[in-house]
């Protein structure tokens, strides 16, 4: 498959509080390197769109202003408020964006002095034509589950437009593979990150991992983590790591969080979206795994 | 395009091998190439007097743990420092484009490593690296390339971009 005078190129930036690191490989050194530099530009627009801390990001300016005004937003923010309100709709509210009250209680996101009424859900943001985003109720809204995701598509697209044919995006875990060659992905062990537990092969898909052993702090002498069930705010207090693989990262990156807070009862909106889920109980073993039976465009298999 | 999402069966050795995960992104000169491209570099390395590493500590908020900075002044007036971090599982060399007026142009890491300090207990992991230096990459079928788990952060790197911008304010702008 890959031939002598291929080259691959390597690169890593820390961008999306994580590091970011984008493979390309071809012939063409200079083509490779141009592309990965659009990559990179995509995921840090993705940054300054989304993110919850700038000031000047959509995200702020919808918990500013969306209610109850509405605010008009980048057409990339647009389509990320349409992929999680569809989400929270398949996942009945187990996947959604409007949790963040419960974050800033736990310190894992800034106070800002938002409004929150404390009933409002994904059912209260409306995604109107003209990239308009509306809440009906004062809602804060935090894309931290959904974003990353979304930026390695972007990457993707990007690289894919620089004429690159094979490379992977993995923005801390959060990945993208494209073109003919397949990939190793290593997962990390749910209890001790500098162990593995196993090995996944990924070729033409995304896949996105949610754990919560780097990411545990106490909250009144319980340890409490930013994986939530949307509908109850009870954190995932068991340690465990979920694995979901889809055509799009954006998907695996929220459907992890599905599968955290339904488990078995995931499959359906697993289903939904041609997605398989691979979940490790605590000593790396694989407890639960899915594979969508829906028309992936080949065949999901786990030996 | 065929999609596959295959999980390998690890040997049993393989599961209690730590994840010596080492990558060198770039060397100093690629770096250099890769966050000022076609300019020339001078190396200017700067050693921290007491007095302006305590002002460092002070103005950014985060610890210096050495004094001796390696500084190249890019034709143009801009900057390049090759600098390191070290997290509670990782140790990271990155470097630091500094535009004229001192923000931010780009930062690349140019060197990752997974350390184990502390969280290994168990000695029959600590004998399979003996003898591996820190930038080997274990074999396993294949090298571990990529790996997913819960989002490592990058913490360690926005703090030390901090004292970096801190180190220019006391070390470089004058």
Same mark, same amino acid.
């Given at each position: 498959?890959?031939?002598?005078?291929?080259?691959?190129?390597?690169?890593?930036?820390?961008?999306?509080?994580?590091?970011?690191?984008?493979?390309?490989?071809? $012939?063409?050194?200079?083509?490779?390197?141009?592309?990965?530099?659009?990559?990179?530009?995509?995921?840090?627009?993705?940054?300054?769109?989304?993110?919850?801390?700038?000031?000047?990001?959509?995200?702020?300016? %919808?918990?500013?202003?969306?209610?109850? $005004?509405?605010?008009?937003?980048?057409?990339?923010?647009?389509?990320? %408020?349409?992929?999680?309100?569809?989400? *929270?709709?398949?996942?009945?509210?187990?996947?959604?964006?409007?949790? *963040?009250?419960?974050?800033?209680?736990?310190?894992?996101?800034?106070?800002?002095?938002?409004?929150?009424?404390?009933?409002?859900?994904?059912?209260?943001?409306?995604?109107?034509?003209?990239?308009?985003?509306?809440?009906?109720?004062?809602?804060?809204?935090?894309?931290?589950?959904?974003?990353?995701?979304?930026?390695?598509?972007?990457?993707?697209?990007?690289?894919?437009?620089? =004429?690159?044919?094979?490379?992977?995006?993995?923005?801390?875990?959060? %990945?993208? /593979?494209?073109?003919?060659?397949?990939?190793?992905?290593?997962?990390?062990?749910?209890?001790?990150?500098?162990?593995?537990?196993? *090995?996944?092969?990924?070729?033409?898909?995304? #896949?996105?991992?949610? =754990?919560?052993?780097?990411?545990?702090?106490?909250?009144?002498?319980?340890?409490?983590?930013?994986?939530?069930?949307?509908?109850?705010?009870?954190?995932?207090?068991?340690?465990?790591?979920?694995?979901?693989?889809?055509?799009?990262?954006? /998907?695996?990156?929220?459907?992890?969080?599905?599968?955290?807070?339904?488990?078995?009862?995931?499959?359906?909106?697993?289903?939904?979206?041609?997605?398989?889920?691979?979940?490790?109980?605590?000593?790396?073993?694989?407890?639960? #795994?899915?594979?969508?039976?829906?028309? /992936?465009?080949?065949?999901?298999?786990?030996? | 395009? @065929?999609?596959?999402?295959?999980?390998?069966?690890?040997?049993?050795?393989?599961?209690?091998?730590?994840?010596?995960?080492?990558?060198?992104?770039?060397?100093?000169?690629?770096?250099?190439?890769?966050? !000022?491209?076609?300019?020339?570099? +001078?190396?200017?390395?700067? @050693?921290?007097?007491?007095?302006?590493?305590?002002?460092?500590?002070?103005?950014?908020?985060?610890?210096?743990?050495?004094?001796?900075?390696?500084?190249?002044?890019?034709?143009?007036?801009?900057?390049?420092?090759?600098?390191?971090?070290?997290?509670?599982?990782?140790?990271?060399?990155?470097?630091?484009?500094?535009?004229?007026?001192?923000?931010?142009?780009?930062?690349?890491?140019?060197?990752?490593?997974? +350390?184990?300090?502390?969280?290994?207990?168990?000695? @029959?992991?600590?004998?399979? !690296?003996?003898?591996?230096?820190?930038?080997?990459?274990?074999?396993?079928?294949?090298?571990?390339?990529?790996?997913?788990?819960?989002?490592?952060?990058?913490?360690?790197?926005?703090?030390?971009?901090?004292?970096?911008?801190? !180190?220019?304010?006391?070390?470089?702008?004058?």
């Amino acid at each position: 498959m890959r031939s002598p005078s291929n080259i691959e190129i390597r690169r890593c930036q820390p961008l999306l509080g994580t590091f970011v690191e984008i493979t390309a490989q071809g $012939r063409d050194e200079r083509l490779l390197t141009r592309g990965i530099e659009a990559g990179f530009g995509a995921i840090a627009k993705v940054n300054r769109l989304m993110s919850f801390h700038g000031r000047l990001s959509d995200v702020s300016r %919808m918990n500013r202003d969306a209610f109850p $005004r509405g605010v008009i937003v980048h057409p990339w923010t647009w389509q990320v %408020m349409k992929a999680a309100k569809r989400l *929270a709709e398949e996942s009945r509210g187990a996947f959604d964006i409007t949790v *963040a009250p419960w974050l800033t209680k736990w310190d894992y996101l800034p106070r800002r002095g938002y409004q929150f009424s404390p009933t409002a859900t994904s059912r209260d943001i409306f995604v109107r034509r003209g990239y308009e985003v509306f809440f009906r109720r004062g809602l804060t809204v935090d894309l931290g589950g959904i974003a990353k995701g979304f930026a390695v598509d972007r990457a993707v697209d990007a690289l894919k437009e620089n =004429g690159i044919e094979c490379g992977i995006v993995n923005a801390g875990g959060d %990945m993208r /593979t494209f073109g003919p060659a397949s990939q190793l992905i290593h997962l990390r062990h749910p209890t001790d990150p500098t162990r593995l537990a196993g *090995a996944v092969r990924l070729r033409e898909r995304a #896949m996105a991992t949610s =754990g919560i052993y780097f990411e545990r702090r106490k909250h009144h002498g319980r340890y409490v983590s930013p994986l939530l069930d949307g509908r109850s705010g009870q954190a995932a207090r068991e340690l465990i790591s979920v694995s979901v693989a889809a055509a799009e990262c954006t /998907t695996a990156d929220a459907l992890t969080k599905v599968v955290f807070a339904l488990r078995e009862e995931a499959a359906g909106v697993l289903a939904c979206y041609g997605a398989d889920a691979l979940l490790l109980q605590r000593d790396g073993a694989p407890s639960w #795994m899915f594979h969508s039976s829906c028309d /992936t465009p080949g065949r999901t298999r786990f030996d | 395009m @065929k999609a596959e999402f295959v999980l390998v069966a690890l040997p049993v050795s393989a599961l209690i091998t730590p994840s010596a995960f080492a990558v060198r992104y770039l060397t100093v000169e690629q770096a250099q190439q890769a966050i !000022f491209p076609g300019k020339s570099f +001078t190396a200017s390395p700067v @050693k921290l007097t007491s007095v302006q590493r305590k002002a460092i500590e002070q103005v950014s908020g985060v610890r210096v743990l050495h004094d001796d900075q390696q500084v190249w002044r890019v034709s143009g007036g801009c900057w390049f420092i090759v600098d390191e971090v070290v997290g509670k599982h990782e140790f990271i060399t990155y470097a630091a484009g500094l535009t004229v007026d001192g923000s931010v142009k780009q930062i690349e890491i140019m060197d990752y490593r997974e +350390t184990y300090g502390g969280q290994i207990r168990d000695q @029959k992991w600590r004998v399979q !690296f003996v003898g591996k230096t820190s930038k080997s990459t274990l074999k396993l079928d294949s090298d571990i390339k990529n790996i997913s788990g819960a989002t490592l952060s990058c913490r360690h790197i926005t703090d030390g971009v901090k004292r970096l911008l801190a !180190f220019y304010e006391i070390a470089l702008k004058h």
